[in-house]
């Protein structure tokens, strides 16, 4: 799984220049999600964001590897820092 975010990570990380990916493990499936957090998404809707997003793994990665992906949220860094209620 390792291998796999490490993959992801670079490859997001250079069709989105100066993103952040912040990606893990989601258990207990063996998956992986997260954030990409880009300054480049500011204005954009987030159906928008996630099509960008979708248009990258679909064409740079195989099939088996975007089968092992969940859900990734793409934000901007100041929607990113907002804090949460407790």
Do not use: C, N, Y
């Not at 954030?35 to 248009?55: A, C, K, P, Y």
Request: no cysteine; glycine share 4%.
């Amino acid at each position: 799984m390792e291998e796999l975010i490490k993959r992801l990570r670079k490859l997001l990380e250079a069709q989105f220049p100066e993103a952040k990916a912040e990606l893990e493990q989601a258990f207990p499936a063996e998956k992986v999600g997260g954030f990409l957090i880009w300054r480049g998404f500011d204005g954009m809707e987030q159906i928008d964001r996630q099509q960008r997003l979708s248009d990258v793994i679909r064409s740079e990665l195989p099939r088996e590897d975007q089968l092992r992906i969940t859900a990734i949220l793409t934000v901007t860094p100041d929607e990113r820092s907002v804090p949460t209620e407790s």
